[in-house]
């Protein structure tokens, strides 16, 4: 008995802080100072507390990996919540029209935090600060070079419609020898036993899924039709992680069909909060006592703090349990 409750002591569960985008998206109500997937993001994230940043790839009109957000995996996503022309008049290219080696003729859209526009205009062509001192989107190397020297982990979301885009992540790390800094490939681009989230046009871990060397994650933002299909999917792809939108960790269906029996099999479930969804400090303390293994936020910094106090708090009671057991 002495020692089951030593175990329950000193063996307290600690959440991953994954910094979402960097130190957070640059959308409305998301508060960072700096641009979303962009190096300043990162490392900012990881002054602060992060450990890992999440990011999103997908390749470029000319074949490159590029590392920037877009909602849509076709070829007519704008890319106009990311970038602005330098030229004022033009118009932000579509992803598929965008072209790395032409990468100085947009600049890096300034975060909605530094003016607060109104929420339609920022994400429109309309609104076209660009952040200073000037940034452009980066290659995934670059990303990469930059970030893995810290001793940081890394999820690398894949975006777009190209299935080439999981082996050139992996590729690239492998002729950097950074392998090991990937924590996590994610997507919502898996077609196996009905994505809850929506209909994707490219399978994009079909092509790695029998690669067992890296961790693959998979995202949904939606209950699952079938309870089942999650599960029948991670086994297909041979992923090791959910990653579910955070809204749906509270809800007592989701928790006994999917986190209970993911943590039975030795799965992880790693919550993430969207643009949309403000990560502030009440809606972050509901999180620590959760049971997520990970939390992508937009605020690592106060996920950070929560976390600190709260095993400040914990340390004293277990203090206080040693004394009155007589350990």
């Known amino acids: 008995m002495l020692s089951i409750l030593i175990a329950i002591l000193f063996n307290a569960k600690c959440i991953m802080v994954v910094g979402h985008r960097g130190n957070g998206c640059s959308h409305p109500e998301c508060l960072n100072q700096y641009p979303e997937n962009s190096i300043p993001s990162y490392l900012e994230a990881i002054r602060v507390g992060a450990d890992a940043v999440e990011l999103d790839v997908w390749i470029s009109r000319d074949n490159q990996v590029v590392v920037t957000h877009r909602s849509d995996p076709g070829p007519t996503d704008?890319?106009?919540?990311?970038?602005?022309?330098?030229?004022k008049g033009m118009r932000t290219p579509l992803s598929g029209e965008y072209l790395h080696s032409e990468r100085h003729k947009n600049?890096?859209?300034?975060?909605?935090?530094?003016?607060?526009?109104?929420?339609?205009?920022?994400?429109?062509?309309?609104?076209?600060?660009?952040?200073?001192?000037?940034?452009?989107?980066?290659?995934?190397?670059?990303?990469?070079k930059e970030i893995c020297p810290t001793g940081k982990k890394i999820i690398v979301e894949l975006k777009g419609d190209n299935p080439e885009i999981a082996p050139r992540v992996l590729n690239i790390a492998r002729m950097l020898g950074v392998e090991s800094c990937i924590h996590t490939l994610s997507s919502f681009y898996w077609k196996k036993y009905q994505n809850?989230?929506?209909?994707?046009?490219?399978?994009?871990?079909?092509?790695?899924?029998?690669?067992?060397?890296?961790?693959?994650?998979?995202?949904?933002?939606?209950?699952?039709?079938?309870?089942?299909?999650?599960?029948?999917?991670?086994?297909?792809?041979?992923?090791?992680?959910?990653?579910?939108?955070?809204?749906?960790?509270?809800?007592?269906?989701f928790q006994?069909?999917?986190?209970?029996?993911?943590?039975?099999?030795?799965?992880?479930m790693s919550c993430y909060f969207s643009a949309g969804n403000p990560d502030t400090e009440p809606v972050l303390r509901q999180y620590v006592n959760s049971n997520m293994d990970e939390i992508c936020t937009n605020n690592p910094g106060l996920l950070r703090r929560i976390l600190d106090e709260e095993e400040r708090k914990k340390t004293i009671e277990k203090m206080k349990k040693k004394e009155f057991i007589g350990i």
């Open 196 to 253: 809850p989230t929506f209909s994707v046009p490219a399978d994009l871990f079909e092509p790695i899924r029998n690669i067992t060397t890296v961790r693959k994650a998979l995202l949904f933002n939606r209950m699952p039709s079938n309870w089942e299909f999650p599960f029948r999917a991670a086994e297909y792809y041979g992923a090791q992680y959910f990653h579910p939108h955070c809204n749906l960790v509270f809800n007592e269906t």
């Open 78 to 87: 704008s890319l106009n919540a990311s970038i602005v022309p330098e030229k």
């Open 256 to 268: 006994n069909k999917i986190i209970e029996p993911a943590h039975r099999m030795g799965m992880n």
């Open 107 to 144: 600049r890096v859209k300034a975060p909605w935090s530094l003016e607060k526009p109104d929420s339609r205009l920022y994400l429109s062509d309309e609104y076209t600060k660009a952040y200073e001192p000037p940034l452009y989107i980066p290659l995934l190397a670059t990303v990469f």
